[in-house]
């Protein structure tokens, strides 16, 4: 059961260079979503998609561009690292968004920006 | 505003003891879903357990209970019988399903709590 898988576990960027993490489930969901967790601050989203072809912004979307091209993946990509982008970052997908379903997580990405 | 508030930065608990971690809420919205996660040092996500607004028994799953108070906009993790396994954080989340604005139904999520398990 592969569920979310993200890439890749590990990063190092320097200032300026951009890259792209990659995100993609096989549970069918429509909804996909992208967080950054950050010491003491818990989980905040970045991005989120209910379903392919559209996205949305969350309450940290600066710096950060998304799209959903198919149900499957959903990429999270930064334009030009900064040092304030260095963080873990988790991708998440369910059903819907509007409904009890739980949030399936990735296994996250670990991001340093130097 | 902050609309999940866990205000126990770090939690001790003794073996085979009963444990709360706390879980304060803000929402105007009448139906709302709370979760519980569980984060390992390791660092995936495992969900433990969901309370919906409507639900009138209080969750439960396993050694997991979920003390909800919805008047008091409470939702505290009660873990009984803690094991070693069970160190980590713990996050409590939000969603709001009244609206159909689909940014408020993401999942909000407070800061955590981080639980050590004392031999």
């Known amino acids: 059961n592969a569920g979310v898988t993200q890439t890749p576990k590990f990063q190092v960027l320097k200032t300026g260079q951009s890259m792209t993490l990659q995100c993609a489930q096989d549970m069918n969901h429509e909804y996909m979503s992208w967080y950054r967790q950050d010491p003491g601050m818990g989980l905040r989203l970045i991005h989120y998609s209910v379903g392919a072809g559209i996205t949305d912004q969350g309450e940290v979307p600066n710096g950060y561009n998304v799209s959903r091209s198919t149900t499957e993946d959903f990429p999270l990509r930064l334009l030009s690292a900064a040092p304030s982008q260095t963080s873990v970052y988790f991708c998440?997908?369910?059903?819907?968004?509007?409904?009890?379903?739980?949030?399936?997580f990735g296994e996250g990405s670990r991001l340093t920006v130097l | 505003a902050q609309k999940i508030t866990q205000t126990q930065p770090g939690m001790f608990v003794q073996e085979k003891e009963a444990v709360t971690l706390d879980c304060t809420y803000d929402?105007?919205?009448?139906?709302?879903?709370l979760f519980w996660y569980k984060q390992p040092s390791s660092g995936e996500m495992i969900f433990l357990i969901y309370?919906?607004?409507?639900?009138?028994q209080n969750a439960t799953e396993g050694r997991y209970s979920l003390n909800f108070q919805k008047a008091r906009k409470s939702a505290n993790l009660v873990i009984s019988a803690s094991q070693l396994g069970d160190s980590a954080m713990y996050f409590c989340?939000?969603?709001?399903?009244?609206?159909?604005?689909?940014?408020?139904?993401?999942?909000?999520f407070g800061s955590g709590t981080r639980l050590q398990v004392q031999p």
């Open positions: 989340a939000m969603r709001e399903l009244g609206s159909m604005d689909t940014g408020r139904r993401a999942l909000t």
């Open positions: 998440a997908s369910s059903h819907r968004g509007g409904d009890a379903g739980e949030l399936f």
């Open positions: 929402t105007s919205d009448q139906s709302y879903g």
């Open positions: 309370q919906g607004s409507y639900d009138e």
